[in-house]
C-alpha cells in the first residue's frame, strides 16, 4: 500500500550541503515509502526571511493540492522556519538538532552568515508569546550539542527524543541516513 505520507525537509545553514541533503533525501522514497523535498533556503545568500517562508509554504499548498498529508522537517536553523511558517494544512513538524525555542540568542557571527536567522527566531518568540505554535511538533535532538543546545533544540509543548549521538552536524547526518526510519516511522505515526 502506499503511503500519503510528503516530508517537506527544511535545511539549516550551510548551503553548499544542499546537493547532499537532497541525495540522501532521494533515498527515502525508495527505503520508507514516502515522498521527500529539499526546500532550499538560501541562507548565506538572501538576506530577507519572507521569501524563505513563501517557499515553504508554496511547497505545502503544492503538497495538499496533490492530496498528501504534509510533514515538515526543520534542520537546525530550518526548524525555526518550519515552526513561523503557516502550517494550519500540516499533519506534524519534526525539528533535528533545531533552533527550536526563542530563548536561544544568535550571536553575531551566526547573524553575518545568515540575515534571516534572528527575524526567524524572532517569529519563533511572537508565536511562543502569543501560544501559537502548532500542537503536533517532535524535537529531535543528539545527546550533546555543541552548536543548539538542549534547551534551545526543544519546542514548547514537543515531544523530545533523544539521538544518542554527540555532536550537531553528525547528528544531522546520521538523521538524514542511516537513522532516517526513526524519523519517518515518527512522520507518518498518526
Given at each position: 500500500?502506499?503511503?500519503?505520507?510528503?516530508?517537506?525537509?527544511?535545511?539549516?545553514?550551510g548551503d553548499?550541503?544542499d546537493?547532499l541533503?537532497?541525495?540522501?533525501?532521494?533515498?527515502?522514497p525508495?527505503?520508507?515509502?514516502?515522498t521527500?523535498?529539499l526546500?532550499?533556503?538560501?541562507?548565506?545568500?538572501?538576506v530577507?526571511?519572507q521569501?524563505?517562508?513563501?517557499r515553504v509554504?508554496?511547497?505545502i499548498?503544492?503538497?495538499?493540492?496533490?492530496?498528501k498529508?504534509?510533514v515538515?522537517?526543520g534542520?537546525?536553523a530550518g526548524a525555526a522556519i518550519?515552526l513561523?511558517s503557516d502550517?494550519?494544512?500540516?499533519k506534524?513538524?519534526?525539528?533535528i538538532?533545531?533552533?527550536?525555542?526563542?530563548a536561544?540568542?544568535?550571536?553575531?557571527?551566526?547573524?553575518?552568515?545568515?540575515?534571516?536567522?534572528?527575524?526567524?527566531?524572532?517569529?519563533?518568540?511572537?508565536?511562543?508569546?502569543?501560544?501559537?505554535?502548532?500542537?503536533?511538533?517532535?524535537s529531535f535532538?543528539?545527546a550533546?550539542d555543541?552548536?543548539v543546545?538542549?534547551?534551545?533544540?526543544?519546542?514548547?509543548?514537543?515531544?523530545?527524543?533523544?539521538?544518542?549521538?554527540?555532536g550537531?552536524m553528525?547528528?544531522?547526518f546520521?538523521?538524514?541516513?542511516?537513522?532516517?526510519?526513526?524519523?519517518?516511522?515518527?512522520?507518518?505515526d498518526?
Amino acid at each position: 500500500m502506499r503511503t500519503n505520507t510528503h516530508i517537506i525537509y527544511i535545511p539549516g545553514l550551510g548551503d553548499k550541503y544542499d546537493n547532499l541533503r537532497s541525495k540522501a533525501l532521494k533515498w527515502w522514497p525508495r527505503l520508507h515509502d514516502v515522498t521527500a523535498e529539499l526546500v532550499s533556503m538560501n541562507w548565506s545568500t538572501e538576506v530577507e526571511l519572507q521569501p524563505k517562508i513563501q517557499r515553504v509554504e508554496v511547497a505545502i499548498r503544492r503538497a495538499v493540492v496533490d492530496g498528501k498529508d504534509v510533514v515538515l522537517i526543520g534542520e537546525s536553523a530550518g526548524a525555526a522556519i518550519a515552526l513561523i511558517s503557516d502550517s494550519s494544512e500540516v499533519k506534524k513538524i519534526l525539528t533535528i538538532c533545531g533552533v527550536a525555542n526563542g530563548a536561544i540568542q544568535i550571536g553575531d557571527g551566526y547573524a553575518k552568515r545568515a540575515a534571516a536567522l534572528k527575524p526567524a527566531v524572532d517569529g519563533l518568540r511572537k508565536r511562543e508569546a502569543a501560544g501559537t505554535l502548532p500542537k503536533n511538533i517532535h524535537s529531535f535532538r543528539a545527546a550533546f550539542d555543541e552548536v543548539v543546545y538542549k534547551k534551545h533544540s526543544v519546542a514548547q509543548g514537543a515531544t523530545e527524543h533523544v539521538l544518542w549521538i554527540v555532536g550537531h552536524m553528525i547528528t544531522i547526518f546520521m538523521a538524514l541516513t542511516l537513522l532516517s526510519s526513526i524519523l519517518v516511522i515518527e512522520a507518518k505515526d498518526d
